[in-house]
């Protein structure tokens, strides 16, 4: 009986696969074919060199404060930043500086920007672990701390460039992405496409992916002017022909994910 049920499965399992073909060589679209995930060819290039252009490397840090100390802890932070500024020597500046207001709570991020690679980040530690008033302020900030996170990161070459916000208050959204290992450069391609429909309201700020780090970590961050605007954006973007098809190919790639609502903080380059 068992051997006979074992002949049933492999028949039934044939004709289904005998069926998908069929259809992918006739070139209709069904809907196995948006939950399978296409083959990526073997490549000699790292997928960094494939995905971004830019000799930039972006610094994410996400710190967790103790929630009776996120007044302290940001005076301290924004000391902090206007001591590097002050730096000449360096090729560092603060990008975006941010609190969670829905998500992980308690939680800050700070998003710097190196100009000339890795080089750059070796020669600002260098420097910065040199200063006194720097480690003074590094080790106050400790006692504001629950724990902290640091992650170095690329830009996607297809996203528009970082345009800072300086004009009115904004909130911003950062949906963040765990991939499957091997499945970057097919994130990269179907995106490629994706982004075009989210541009109508100017509402992309920053597409990365992880170098060091959290592997296999994508951030987008989208710019709202209200969370009601940005309901009726993503509604929008739904009703454009080519987007469910995008989500389609790119959900199968995904681990995990989740996203956070930033407002951001006093001394904020984008507001």
Known sequence: MAVSRAKAFMVTSSR??????SVWRDGSESWISKLLVRKIEPTKEPHSRMLSDKEIIYALHTHNVRPDSIAKYLANYKTTVEL???KKDISCDLIASWTVQVGDMDQCLHLWRYTGGFEAIDQAKDNLWHDP???RLMQERGNYLRSRHLQYLLAFSYWPQIQLRTDDKHIYEMRSYRLKPGTMIEWGNNWARA???RRNNDEPFAGFFSQIGRLYNVHHIWCYKS????????????RSPGWDECVAYTVPLIREMHCRILAPTEFSPTK
């Open 16 to 21: 289904a696969l005998s069926t998908t073909s």
């Open 133 to 135: 008033e720097y480690l």
């Open 195 to 197: 982004i075009n429909y």
């Open 227 to 238: 969370l009601q605007a940005r309901k009726e954006t993503r509604e929008a973007a739904w």
């Open 84 to 86: 590097i500024n002050e």
